[in-house]
């Protein structure tokens, strides 16, 4: 159970919902054809995201039936694909949760597959700054999905603006915080024992990581990012895919930082999630396209945790992430995430290495 405080409840709900919803998706990549799609924009969604969604979404209207939700998928492709909703329903009905209070908690099964369809499409909040607002990516880094590597379920809170609950399921990432960080993992080694956690935080309390487990949740710890003495030290993170981060880029920074380390490669918010625990220590996303704007969904709980853990979080001009502004971060470009007290010196390093290109 969670503990007291502000947002108890909502924490609790949201990890409860992120864990039915991991779970799923991992009974997706061992069982299933992942019944893969390309959307409008050439990126894939899989049977996992739309099942992930529904179950959130579900828990979220039973638990806060008032709040809004902004979640990435939306059900048209089910509406219009009998055999792909079959599936995604399957799957939805299977996804239970062996503790009975917790099924209470996020409300049962959902009613019909008809239901599931406009839970689903309950996602399309179009966001804002005012009242409470969730974000919802029900597989961020698909691709890393249908590889074997990292991917996650990410639900944000939001209230006027800010970040106030986050939540990442990382079902590929090692439970000890101190395992050293490796690209990507080979599909053989998931749902290996000892894989798996649950990271969350809640303004002004912290950030904690427990074991993503089948039954009921696991008792957390605190989390922190390594204190790190020189920057040079560091282990940053970035995209797997050159598209999302640009890499020369990334490469020259870390050079300029006296960084030798060669960067870690990893799909999804799992990147905030290693950094948070410090398994990693920077986190750099750099815009390859001058049009590409960034969705709350693949930021709002990674933002929260790193900057609970003790880190901060701003775009590659220096500018806090806005999550107040819609679906999209359209006031920011890229991510520069480090410890609180080498951020400055790395933004520094950022922004001039990017100037240099102009
Ligand atoms: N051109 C782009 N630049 C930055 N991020 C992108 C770009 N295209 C897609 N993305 C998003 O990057 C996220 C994955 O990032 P990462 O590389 O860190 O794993 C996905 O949510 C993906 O969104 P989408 O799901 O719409 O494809
Ligand atoms: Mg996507
Ligand atoms: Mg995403
Ligand atoms: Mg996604």
Redesign the pocket.
């Known amino acids: 159970m969670a503990s007291s405080g502000p947002y108890a409840h909502e924490l609790n709900v949201a990890l409860l919902a992120v864990q039915r919803a991991t779970l799923l998706t991992k009974s997706v990549f061992h069982s299933h054809a992942k019944g893969t799609l390309s959307?409008n924009?050439a990126?894939?969604?899989t049977i996992g995201d739309f099942g992930a969604q529904a179950l959130i979404i579900a828990a979220l209207q039973h638990a806060f039936p008032n709040d809004q939700i902004v979640a990435?998928e939306e059900a048209k492709d089910l509406r219009e694909n009998e055999q792909l909703r079959n599936t995604v329903w399957d799957l939805v009905q299977a996804a239970k949760l062996s503790d009975a209070t917790s099924e209470l908690t996020l409300g049962g099964p959902l009613a019909s597959p008809d239901a599931m369809l406009d839970t689903i499409d309950k996602g399309a909040s179009q966001g804002g700054r005012a009242g409470r607002i969730w974000a919802l990516?029900p597989i961020?880094?698909?691709?890393?999905f249908l590889r074997g590597g990292?991917?996650a379920v990410c639900l944000a809170l939001m209230v006027d603006g800010h970040v106030r609950v986050g939540v990442l399921g990382l079902p590929n990432l090692p439970e000890s915080d101190a395992e050293p960080l490796v690209e990507g993992i080979g599909a053989e080694q998931t749902d290996a024992d000892g894989k798996g956690v649950l990271i969350s935080a809640v303004e002004g309390q912290g950030a904690q990581s427990r074991a993503l487990t089948r039954g009921p949740l696991a008792s957390p710890h605190s989390i922190q990012m390594k204190p790190l003495a020189r920057v040079s030290d560091a282990t940053f993170c970035?995209?797997?895919?050159a598209?999302?981060?640009d890499q020369s880029d990334s490469a020259r920074i870390a050079a300029a930082l006296g960084i030798s380390k060669p960067s870690v490669r990893?799909?999804?918010?799992a990147?905030y999630g290693s950094i948070a625990r410090g398994a990693g220590d920077l986190y750099l996303?750099l815009?390859?396209?001058k049009d590409?704007v960034?969705?709350i969904?693949?930021h709002a709980a990674g933002d929260l945790i790193v900057r609970e853990a003790g880190g901060e979080v701003t775009d590659v001009e220096g500018k806090r992430l806005d999550f107040g502004l819609g679906r999209t971060l359209k006031a920011n470009k890229g991510v520069v995430a480090a410890p609180r007290g080498v951020h400055g010196e790395v933004l520094g390093v950022v922004k001039k290495v990017l100037s240099e290109k102009k």
């Open positions: 959307k924009d990126s894939p969604v990435e990516d961020d880094g698909t691709k890393g990292q991917y970035e995209s797997v895919e598209a999302h981060s990893m799909d999804s918010q990147k996303r815009p390859v396209r590409y960034e969705k969904w693949d």
